[in-house]
T-cell receptor
Framework: EAGVTQFPSHSVIEKGQTVTLRCDPISGHDNLYWYRRVMGKEIKFLLHFVKESKQDESGMPNNRFLAERTGGTYSTLKVQPAELEDSGVYFC??????????????FGPGTRLTVL | AQKVTQAQTEISVVEKEDVTLDCVYETRDTTYYLFWYKQPPSGELVFLIRRNSFDEQNEISGRYSWNFQKSTSSFNFTITASQVVDSAVYFCALSEAGSNSGYALNFGKGTSLLVTP
């Protein structure tokens, strides 16, 4: 069974540009999460999808971030326009069943975003 | 407020030594879940264990063992006879059933473990 995959693995962009990160969850997993870790800080929750619906986006830092999950499959996270403080590692995770807080979240390798 | 505290930022041990990684958590929920993840140099977060708040039984998996103590709000992780391949960053995380972010993991800052030959 393939794990969670993320693309790209690295992205270097200039301030003001747009970047789109992609996450493919484990097949059949209804739940998809985005997290990020900025330098020296904890890994922080951004948002949670259940299938194609946003269940919780309380962690999204501001309206420069837009997440979508078309058809309940893969998800994209767009940053527009990117700022220096957006640099960090963006992780995606998925878990199988709806409404089960105990379900283990399985993580992808992350996308390292550098904004210059 | 910090919900998960990993006080040890970096630990260095020599191969075959035992090492314990500390994790202290804070929650008002009676139902919650605790996790440990390993981040090797390749970067992905690898799931190690999940524990629910009603199960204080300690767990052993090979060289890994976990000590869950509700009385001290701790969920410590011990590696016995450490190996170079254990070198990684280890994260402790908490999920609270009653949280507004019901399914979000609250992570500690991680402990970087270096095992030298």
């Amino acid at each position: 069974e393939a794990g969670v995959t993320q693309f790209p693995s690295h992205s270097v962009i200039e301030k003001g540009q747009t970047v789109t990160l992609r996450c493919d969850p484990i097949s059949g997993h209804d739940n998809l999460y985005w997290y990020r870790r900025v330098m020296g800080k904890e890994i922080k929750f951004l948002l949670h999808f259940v299938k194609e619906s946003k269940q919780d986006e309380s962690g999204m830092p501001n309206n420069r971030f837009l997440a979508e999950r078309t058809g309940g499959t893969y998800s994209t996270l767009k940053v527009q326009p990117a700022e220096l403080e957006d640099s960090g590692v963006y992780f995606c995770a998925s878990s199988p069943r709806q409404r089960r807080t105990s379900d283990t979240q399985y993580f992808g390798p992350g996308t390292r975003l550098t904004v210059l | 407020a910090q919900k998960v505290t990993q006080a040890q930022t970096e630990i260095s041990v020599v191969e075959k030594e035992d090492v314990t990684l500390d994790c202290v958590y804070e929650t008002r929920d009676t139902t919650y879940y605790l996790f440990w993840y390993k981040q090797p140099p390749s970067g992905e977060l690898v799931f190690l264990i999940r524990r629910n708040s009603f199960d204080e039984q300690n767990e052993i998996s090979g060289r890994y063992s976990w000590n869950f103590q509700k009385s001290t709000s701790s969920f410590n992780f011990t590696i016995t006879a450490s190996q170079v391949v254990d070198s990684a960053v280890y994260f402790c995380a908490l999920s609270e059933a009653g949280s507004n972010s019901g399914y979000a993991l609250n992570f500690g800052k991680g402990t970087s473990l270096l095992v030298t030959p």
